[in-house]
């Protein structure tokens, strides 16, 4: 499978992303980044480890991580041996799911800063009383933004 350079730029800079803020290897992320950058029909684990340019166990290794993970899925075609691999249907949902956990734990860690603040460091808390606020103002919103946008995705996908 030969890739536009267009593509193989943008499969890196995905890649790049998805490595930071989902950790995964970069042979994952750029797996990962393959196949959200393919069609819905996937790719077979020839092609992958073709496009990747990497050996047949670190490939396989890795497509085992992003299916544990539930990023990627696979399938199989009628008279077919090979392996199908493509993006989880719900891979756009569990990235929303992980991040709003991560903004809840933080959230939770700047309350406690705040109250403890409040109570143990009065004049501290009311000199930065508005910044501490503002910054759990702003984590608040984006959870509610994000369990806004979980619940149009799980509106979408019951449609289907």
Known sequence: MELTQ???????????VIEERANLSPLASRIYALLILSSNDG???EAIVCTMQASKSSVSNNINVLLQLHYVDYYTKPGDRKRYFRTSHF????TLEQQVHLIEKELSVVQKINDFNKNHNPEKFKNEKSLGLLFEEHLEDQCANIHQKLKAIE????QA
């Open 6 to 16: 267009q593509k193989k730029q943008l499969v890196e800079e995905v890649g790049l």
């Open 43 to 45: 790719l077979s684990f």
């Open 91 to 94: 891979y756009i949902k569990n």
């Open 155 to 158: 509106a979408f996908q019951n």
